[in-house]
């Protein structure tokens, strides 16, 4: 599966982004998609995370409340839905695939990763 990620952006404290995922390729209903960022100087972490059902999400603690992640498997797109910015959130945005029963956060566990999209949160 390729993947393809857009949507970021400069905004300003307190702005909402969302971000898309597009995924070409067979059977993206059958992977789990995971949103991952990387700052500049600090390892790629885990942001949110959905099942290839949209039936289980999780979130990493320091966005939880403030982004949703959910997906279209007609359309063949996940989204990040970012609200409440904070300059913290100023990273570079990864969308990735995995194809395992069970939605896991490890990155080492995606084997497909799109091309990353910048988000810049301004104070």
């Known amino acids: 599966v390729q993947l393809q990620a857009s949507g970021g952006g400069l905004v300003q404290a307190g702005g909402s982004l969302r971000l898309s995922c597009a995924a070409s390729?067979?059977?993206?209903?059958?992977?789990?998609m995971g949103w991952f960022r990387q700052a500049p100087g600090k390892e790629r972490e885990f942001v949110a995370g959905?099942?290839?059902?949209?039936?289980?999400?999780y979130y990493a603690d320091s966005v939880k409340g403030r982004f949703t992640i959910s997906r279209d498997n007609a359309k063949n797109t996940v989204y990040l839905q970012m609200n409440i910015l904070k300059p913290e959130d100023t990273a570079v945005y990864y969308c990735?695939?995995?194809?395992?029963?069970?939605?896991?956060?490890?990155?080492?566990?995606?084997?497909?990763w799109g091309q990353g999209t910048q988000v810049t949160v301004s104070s």
């Open positions: 990735a695939a995995q194809n395992s029963i069970v939605l896991v956060i490890a990155p080492e566990r995606y084997g497909y």
């Open positions: 390729g067979r059977s993206f209903s059958s992977y789990n």
């Open positions: 959905i099942s290839w059902s949209a039936g289980s999400t």
